[in-house]
């Protein structure tokens, strides 16, 4: 596409966006602000944004993205409680770490599996199901945001690498899907997990 047409669709789908996409897009916005500040209202807020985006997802038939929001949002309720869980001395239990060579193995792992289950089912379901997927793209998108919810609700200083991965995959990938506000949304998603690895990084170094 020319920059005439990138325009143009940027415009035309633009009008198209829905008020709910609208709460889902600033409920995201405002999730990952909380979680630079490794604040709780990271999950709550991050809720209304992944419930709406399981009903979007499935509406145009992005079943990848679905499944990742499914996730998110089972996750956000184990993270929920992970960050509220305090010892006998009433001091919380999780606390911002980097993972060691071992750890990062493991997810390493863990993205991998994840991309090869999600890759199979989207080339298998394509056809009948799922018209609008991209495999290897929508496997990537995913595998890499599974990995970096997962560290986040053990405050892994590594989630915001793989949150990184998460954003500069799905920018091009909801454009070229029609959702072109979810697409700036991950643009400044981008921007925002980029400021997140370094104030995690500062906030480790000052414990």
Known sequence: MNPTEIYQQFITDISHTTWYEYVA???????????RKENILVYPTGLINTIIYVYLSFKGGLLGEASVNIYYTVMSFYGWMLWTKKDQQQHLVVKITSASAKEWLQHL???ACFYAAIYFALTYL???FAPGAIPWADAFASATAFTGMWLMTKKKVESWYWWIATDLASIPLYFV?????TSVYYLVLLIMAIAGLFEWLKRKSMR
């Open 177 to 181: 899907k029609h959702y072109v506000f």
């Open 109 to 111: 792992a863990f993205f």
């Open 25 to 35: 897009v600033f409920s995201g916005i405002s999730s990952v602000w909380y979680s």
């Open 126 to 128: 394509k056809k009948d």
